[in-house]
């Protein structure tokens, strides 16, 4: 069986980078793919979680409108929200990630240095 989800888009906020309470470092963040049908712009938004050393490396480089390859998994949590309704996401689990585009892409900023790409080897599943 496989699971694998592929995608290049722009990223639509700030990375939130927090850590759990053994100390894991979770980044979050959601990216931007478009598409065309018929003459108009379909946006869809995707859910990106990253662990470990992925995670500090997402929430150190990556910003708002940065451009980003996002290998991994889907994977669909539910709980229940204060009021007992049960809710339920789909998110990818990220694996790897690679900065694309180069200094200046975003309005002529400069984008700092970082790995290139950026593997997860400690997602903690």
């Known amino acids: ?6 995608i290049v ?4 906020r700030e990375p939130e980078t927090r850590h ?3 100390g894991t470092a979770v980044c979050n963040f959601s990216v931007a793919t478009s598409h065309k049908v018929k003459d108009e712009k379909q946006t869809e938004w995707h859910k990106i979680v990253a662990w470990g050393k992925l995670a500090e490396i ?3 480089y990556l910003t708002k409108g940065s451009l980003v390859y996002v290998e991994g998994r889907l994977q669909t949590r539910q709980w229940d929200d204060k009021d007992g309704k049960k809710q339920q996401t789909t998110e990818i689990v990220a694996s790897e990630m690679r900065m694309l585009g180069g200094k200046g892409e975003k309005g002529g900023q400069e984008q ?3 790995p290139q790409d950026a593997q997860s080897d400690d997602i903690p599943f």
């Open 112 to 114: 700092p240095q970082a």
């Open 58 to 60: 997402c929430g150190e």
């Open 9 to 12: 888009g722009h990223l639509g």
């Open 20 to 22: 759990t309470q053994s």
């Open 1 to 6: 069986m496989v699971n694998k989800a592929i």
